[in-house]
């Protein structure tokens, strides 16, 4: 009797599953940020990823952007972020790391900042306070102006994100897909003159399209130094490019957001377009160590015998 009634209680776990599967369960769909309800999530491997970063900063030898910018002071730590009207910019770049933003006021256009850098130096001209500043692109202590923390540079390492040198730095491949997050991360690390690994850079994959979602940059300290994201991308000369990308900087207390109003790839611009020379009567203030202020044109009048060096008003930090 007892084999004949073991298969009574498999029978009844059997209605009570139907039944459970039509009446008391429902299906509910995921809808991420980014792509649509039944959109199926691509799949790809480091090597693909990979090849997408160095393809995208290939593709571009040279850019004259017009953009919409919204700058903003503070930071999410302290609790307080100042958003500012909307300036009209232009940016312009040429390989390998030459970058030029000119700033204008809303409304009257009339110049707000013009910024330049070729490399390592960098150079800041700010006429409503007749200030032209200099100094080296890495900032090693932050200061509590902001205006002397901001860096062409900052700009050129989010919009050209560099490729990744797999021989050199250690590479892992993260899978972060949950119900409100759908993307690859490639996390760069590299070891240290003591031989310890340090997070330099997380580069992040929308799995809707495997487009370029999000970057961060790491100090030393793990601390991030610039966290940039990207929607919105369009095709311009057939290069790829987001038309919408925000820039962060925690550390040095600023924000930036950028809107592509017009963009040419790959045209062509000029060495002329990259020099910056400071205005006649405008302050020189040098930012940082190990910089040489340029020396100060000494004034002739015509038919006057040569003045010597003159000593140019200049602030040293």
Same mark, same amino acid.
């Given at each position: 009797?007892?084999?004949?009634?073991?298969?009574?209680? +498999?029978?009844?776990?059997?209605?009570?599953?139907?039944?459970?599967?039509?009446?008391?369960?429902?299906?509910?769909? @995921?809808?991420?940020?980014?792509?649509?309800?039944?959109?199926?999530?691509?799949?790809?491997?480091?090597?693909?990823?990979?090849?997408?970063? #160095?393809?995208?900063?290939?593709? &571009?030898?040279? +850019?004259?952007?017009?953009?919409?910018?919204?700058?903003?002071?503070?930071?999410?730590?302290?609790?307080? &972020?100042?958003?500012?009207?909307?300036?009209?910019?232009?940016?312009?770049?040429?390989?390998?790391?030459?970058?030029?933003?000119?700033?204008?006021?809303?409304?009257?256009?009339?110049?707000?900042?013009?910024?330049?850098?070729?490399?390592?130096?960098?150079?800041?001209?700010?006429?409503?306070?007749?200030?032209?500043? @200099?100094?080296?692109?890495? @900032?090693?202590?932050?200061?509590?102006?902001?205006?002397?923390? =901001?860096?062409?540079?900052?700009?050129?390492?989010?919009?050209?994100?560099?490729?990744?040198? /797999?021989?050199?730095?250690?590479?892992?491949?993260?899978?972060?897909?949950?119900?409100?997050?759908?993307?690859?991360?490639?996390?760069?690390?590299?070891?240290?003159?003591?031989?310890?690994?340090? =997070?330099?850079?997380?580069?992040? +994959?929308?799995?809707?399209?495997? =487009?370029?979602?999000?970057?961060?940059?790491?100090?030393?300290? *793990? $601390?991030?130094?610039?966290? /940039?994201?990207?929607?919105?991308?369009? #095709?311009?000369?057939?290069?790829?490019?987001?038309?919408?990308?925000?820039? $962060?900087?925690?550390?040095?207390?600023?924000?930036?957001? @950028?809107?592509?109003?017009?963009?040419?790839?790959?045209?062509?611009?000029?060495?002329?377009?990259?020099?910056?020379?400071?205005?006649? *009567?405008?302050?020189?203030?040098?930012?940082?160590?190990?910089?040489?202020?340029?020396?100060?044109?000494?004034?002739?009048?015509?038919?006057?015998?040569? /003045?010597?060096?003159?000593?140019?008003?200049?602030?040293?930090?």
């Amino acid at each position: 009797m007892l084999l004949r009634r073991a298969p009574v209680p +498999f029978f009844l776990i059997g209605l009570i599953s139907l039944g459970f599967s039509s009446c008391l369960a429902r299906r509910r769909v @995921i809808a991420r940020s980014g792509g649509k309800a039944s959109q199926t999530l691509l799949v790809a491997d480091r090597a693909t990823l990979l090849e997408r970063i #160095a393809g995208q900063y290939e593709a &571009i030898r040279d +850019f004259n952007a017009e953009v919409d910018m919204v700058p903003a002071l503070g930071s999410a730590e302290k609790s307080r &972020i100042t958003e500012y009207k909307d300036v009209r910019a232009y940016i312009l770049f040429r390989k390998p790391a030459e970058i030029r933003l000119i700033g204008l006021y809303p409304l009257v256009r009339n110049k707000a900042f013009d910024m330049v850098s070729t490399g390592v130096d960098f150079k800041l001209y700010v006429p409503a306070r007749n200030r032209f500043l @200099i100094g080296r692109n890495e @900032i090693d202590r932050p200061s509590e102006n902001k205006l002397e923390n =901001l860096r062409p540079q900052h700009f050129l390492d989010a919009m050209m994100v560099r490729p990744i040198d /797999a021989g050199s730095d250690k590479l892992l491949l993260e899978n972060f897909t949950d119900e409100d997050n759908a993307f690859y991360i490639i996390q760069v690390v590299h070891e240290n003159g003591s031989g310890q690994l340090q =997070l330099a850079r997380t580069i992040w +994959f929308n799995r809707y399209n495997l =487009l370029l979602a999000r970057q961060l940059i790491f100090d030393a300290d *793990g $601390n991030i130094l610039t966290d /940039a994201r990207y929607t919105e991308w369009r #095709a311009y000369d057939n290069v790829p490019f987001p038309k919408h990308i925000e820039i $962060n900087r925690p550390r040095d207390e600023y924000a930036v957001v @950028i809107d592509v109003v017009k963009m040419d790839i790959n045209k062509g611009v000029s060495q002329d377009k990259f020099v910056l020379e400071q205005p006649e *009567g405008s302050t020189l203030q040098v930012v940082g160590p190990n910089v040489t202020p340029p020396p100060v044109a000494p004034v002739v009048a015509p038919g006057a015998p040569p /003045a010597p060096p003159a000593k140019g008003r200049t602030k040293k930090k």
